[in-house]
């Protein structure tokens, strides 16, 4: 897979994670996850989080990339 495909994928994945996040705060009128009870178990968080790292690290475990 070239550079650029996989990047594209990785960033695909983090604003749909990053969408899924917002709306489930907007819908219990929060502006962040920790006000949220379910804050340390939430699946959404997870995968939120995991798609950051992702994007972050290009898909290379333990590697970041911040250029």
């Known amino acids: 897979m070239n550079e650029t495909l996989s990047t594209d994928i990785f960033t695909q994945r983090l604003e749909e994670k990053s969408r899924?996040?917002?709306?489930?705060?907007?819908?219990?009128?929060?502006?962040?996850?920790?006000?949220c009870e379910s804050f340390l178990l939430c699946q959404t968080r997870q995968e939120y989080v995991k798609a950051v790292y992702e994007s972050m690290s290009k898909g290379q475990q333990g590697d970041f990339d911040f250029n």
Do not use: A, N, V
């Not at 917002?22 to 006000?35: G, Y």
């Open 20 to 35: 899924i996040l917002q709306q489930c705060q907007q819908s219990k009128s929060f502006t962040s996850c920790s006000q």
